[in-house]
């Protein structure tokens, strides 16, 4: 057997204590995984791997540090964020001078955890610029009406702006519902990108309770919305993850309640770890950061290695937009331009809020950035959107019925299927009604309706699963065991596990009935 | 117009940059609301409160820092947890010198988010044990096949330990998937349960990834699970609140990925806040808090202000058990003790799994908790009983029939079942028929047919199981989701996942219809 695969974890690891590194190291390899005394860890754990390695020790540039890698097998994260946000910092975010620098995945763990959907290449497709920044302009302040939100959707759509993001308070307050605020804002886009031919996009800040994360994802998707804002220690990081994959939304990432990470440089994460390559990992299309000399405190080059780790090649995994943003304003461009090149998402709030007329101030802003970069515009691509690309599997996505009225043997909603023969399975006149199970039900069984014509009979079969059927209809025979059971109104009949069985209507009028089996079944073999 | 209710946020401030302690404060009221320069936040913002207010600034016992009240609108947190974390720390956490020390929230607020639904008197009803500390042991380490896990969970049970956890990195790996691990542990404690007539509760690690959660909350309740482990930090924080609120299940909180919040006593929250009350409020039963003395570097102080906050009064609010860890052991069971007194929760690992007798070993455990704090055993609390909760009887080392034949809406061989009314759940002129599933059925799903007298009616109940209805005699009401919906002969209803509904005969004839459930299914919740 080939040992499993293992992901490296890198450290700065700061020693004030008088005890040696290894033993430090040690500590952590053991905390983050089988989290025991040493004498209790059961020796097959060394063994098999499943406690951290310590596989490389050096001294670090800073004074009483050492770079640690420390390598875990991958299959502890259960190839799901939580558990890999568990190994990488649980506990040991809970002891002192430990910062996580760097991560190495390998193929597996990347496939697992995907990246972003889009990345920079599929958000130029989207957009349709090309060969410079784009500009992103905020709605805000949290509690205007949302007839103002959405005038100042339509007024950077209409100024050019590429990408218009909610601000990160603006979530479903009573003032200002998710529902509504997110359709007025869309459709405001949606009319100004008609007038200017260009595709704007739109991203809402999507922060639900967790029982409410589907269902604003479904609306978004339902009105047009092709990417989200999102605070991933605001709602889980998986959360990112999930709206990517599942409804196909691109995502902006916010920091919000990531400080605590990034502030002590000898403990915590680095900031291009948390908010660039794990952030970059679960799924961001566009990372937003403080930039250094705004109104927080990440350094240049933290915010430089940051941007590197959003974009550096990894097998599988596309690239993410770095948006440097926290006070940024016009004059900044040129700095930013320099420092973060063209592929990149400059954020800019006040300074376009602070003018009258915000369509120019938007115009100023894009002009900003052209006069540097100049500018590739191609046809936007245009996939299909919104509904017709939900995920969910076409049947599943819709609103469970409460009921099914019955009429003369028919349930609205929920058509006949009629089989052709099978020259395996043969039966004749059979018509089946699909009633419970395929329509969104979550339940362990189906529900059915057959009617067989006069005459008409089902194949002989037989099958590990058990069938319950009720006569409701006429009546009819079932052959079984040897023998042969007349079925009439509301019995209730039971078919062993692999009891070959077959169905009869010797009469002259339909015989009807309601089966029920297993949801999860096996295929029915036939009996010869 | 009477103004919108505020809550109160108090920070420690420390002033390193010249600037005034009112500077700093305006900062932050400003940041965590409108998020824009102060010549751009529109004069009805003030007006109307949105921005924060400062309400009291005092010099604080640390040199340079200050005391700081500020208080925001309730309404701004959309009444969610995501954005109350948002408004209370969201980009603030990425300044320095900002730490959050308490809040103080009105009724509107506390309702929302709601609390603990056991709570310490919960726990102690469906524990049994009073007056003293509850012991709890850890199942672990990952990476144990699934009958050692399950030992151990025997193991501690037959012991005498009171909760039982798994350790916070046994999630879903594939080589102890958590539908398998969950199972077989719980029914380890089942067994063992029937054995010693006590009721020790099993706490599995509920990590999954977002789109897992409800599955494994489904499959957990299901199997009888009343409790889980969940790490908020590392699934989101709002999941509390829904485990507890959607499934009825008892949550621990597990402190993995807060550790930098508290790193810095000039910046991020007091463990008190996080650990405390924040968690507290979401919904957590129990905290887990690395106890001073331990492998962490909380202080004695610290901890007990932690403690304090999840059992200080707060209106609406039960109050939750601190549970200290991180390296306790048998030996400081007496200080722990005198720290934490009678209502916490002592969890110890590594020395109970150091000893090869394990049962034993548990056994000493409780029995050091015994020797300082006596035990008062009471009954456990019984639970509400639903006329279609299935009560025992039918007979599955029988031939199973091959068909039920009806005559009169009774089936051969399968006896009416009539159920006594019950305080908890009431209902009215409920019999119930068992068909298919109790009398030798290997079916996933059982049929039952339920007959309602003239004005009867069922309890008013929601379940994770799905119903789905058939009505075949004379017609009833079924009560859902704010509508009445008629049920005639042959007409299929649907009664989706935790949707309350109730079925009454509003007629003068009998209403019957089949019912058919999941055979593994949860008990039905009251709705009141």
Known sequence: MTSPERFCVHYLITVRDGRSIEEHAR????????????????????RDGLVGRIETVSAAAETDAFAVTISYRCDITAFTVPQLLNVLFGNISLK???RLTGLDLPPGLLEALGGPRYGIDGLRRLTGVYSRPLACTPIKPMGLPVNELAQLASDFARGGADLIKDDHGITDQAFHRFDERVAR???AVDNANASTGRNTLYFPMLAGRFDQVDAQARTAVRLGVRGVLVGPLLVGCDIVRHLSREYGLAVMTHPALTGTFFHDRRHGMAPSVLLGTLFRLIGADISIFPNAGGRFHFSHSECQELATALRAPLPGIAAAFPS????MN???LPEMATDFGADSVFLVGGDVLRQKDRVAATRSFVDGIRAIFGENLQPVEREAVSACEWQGGGDNDRDVQDVLHCSDYHWHD??????KPDQTLPFVGVARHELIGRYGEQTAFDLRYFEIAPGGYTSLEKHVHEHVIIGVRGSGTLRMNGKELAIGLHDVAYVAPLQPHQIHNPGSEPFGFFCIVDRQRDKPQPVF
């Open 27 to 46: 500590d952590i390899s053991i905390e983050q995984t089988v989290e025991l005394p040493e004498d209790v860890i059961p020796v097959s754990h060394h």
């Open 96 to 98: 002192d001078n430990i």
């Open 185 to 187: 804002c869309q459709e």
């Open 324 to 327: 440097p943003a926290g006070g």
């Open 330 to 332: 016009l004059q900044r």
């Open 414 to 419: 929920r058509p006949v299927v009629d089989y």
